[in-house]
């Protein structure tokens, strides 16, 4: 069983970066064929893909994102992160880590963290 779960600060200032890790159990990040995603979703709204590490460590960003978006491991520690910068009261959502078998969309997705609530606020 795949285990997910993101962890990292509640509260960011805007301007600042966000940077949130998951970490996963009960299976490698460097398995063939699996894509490990960002997805967000703030208050009132739908899922956002965000982007996507590749088992292979290639990585796939959301247009709407890609300037802001960086997305790296650890395989070592069976880990990704995601690390948003100049974030805004706009970024303000539940964040989730998911692994799927392709990127661009949510919707490829089988295992899923709990997600981490993230507020932008000074």
């Known amino acids: 069983q795949v285990q997910l779960q993101e962890s990292g600060p509640g509260l960011v200032k805007p301007s600042q970066t966000l940077s949130l890790t998951c970490t996963v159990s009960?299976?490698?990040?460097?398995?063939?064929?699996?894509?490990w995603s960002w997805i967000r979703q703030p208050p009132g709204k739908g899922l956002e893909w965000m982007g996507a590490i590749a088992y292979s460590g290639s990585t796939y960003y959301s247009p709407s994102l890609k300037s802001r978006t960086s997305i790296s491991r650890d395989t070592s520690k069976n880990q990704f992160t995601l690390q948003l910068s100049s974030v805004t009261p706009e970024d303000t959502a539940v964040y989730y880590c998911?692994?799927?078998?392709?990127?661009?969309?949510?919707?490829?997705?089988?295992?899923w963290g709990q997600g981490t609530q993230v507020t932008v606020s000074s």
């Open positions: 009960g299976g490698s990040i460097t398995a063939n064929g699996y894509y």
């Open positions: 998911a692994r799927g078998t392709g990127w661009g969309t949510y919707l490829h997705s089988d295992y």
